[in-house]
């Protein structure tokens, strides 16, 4: 099995960074895609910013020059660096693993962590 992990998450003022982190655990061969999604209260959950093996980006609108993601292959870990937050960037975040390929296995699989609470205080 695998298990995402992850950390970094708080309350923090208007105008400051967080950086979460998320470490992917257990018999895994390859994770194509490592990306984080957040949903906010009475919302739909929706992707923030992902990133390929390969290191190739996307960012949602919102987010876009704000956020930067970021990946150690080596260790199966992605980050989110957020900096000028605002008000509305509070939500739940949640990291996902697409495409996980376990060593001895030839089916992939998504995963998803626990989610952990942003909260931007104005």
């Known amino acids: 099995q695998v298990q995402l992990v992850e950390s970094g998450g708080g309350l923090v003022q208007a105008g400051g960074s967080l950086r979460l982190s998320c470490a992917a655990s257990?018999?895994?061969?390859?994770?194509?895609?490592m990306g984080w999604y957040r949903q906010a209260p009475g919302k739909q959950r929706e992707s923030v910013a992902s990133?390929?093996?390969?290191?190739?980006?996307n960012y949602a609108d919102p987010v876009k020059g704000r956020f930067t993601i970021s990946r150690d292959n080596a260790k199966n870990t992605v980050y989110l660096q957020m900096n000028s937050l605002k008000p509305e960037d509070t939500a739940v975040y949640y990291c996902?693993?697409?495409?996980?390929?376990?060593?001895?296995?030839?089916?992939?699989?998504?995963?998803w962590g626990q989610g952990t609470q942003v909260t931007v205080s104005s």
């Open positions: 996902a693993a697409k495409d996980v390929q376990i060593v001895g296995y030839w089916i992939k699989a998504d995963y």
């Open positions: 257990g018999s895994i061969f390859s994770i194509n895609n």
């Open positions: 990133i390929t093996s390969g290191g190739s980006t």
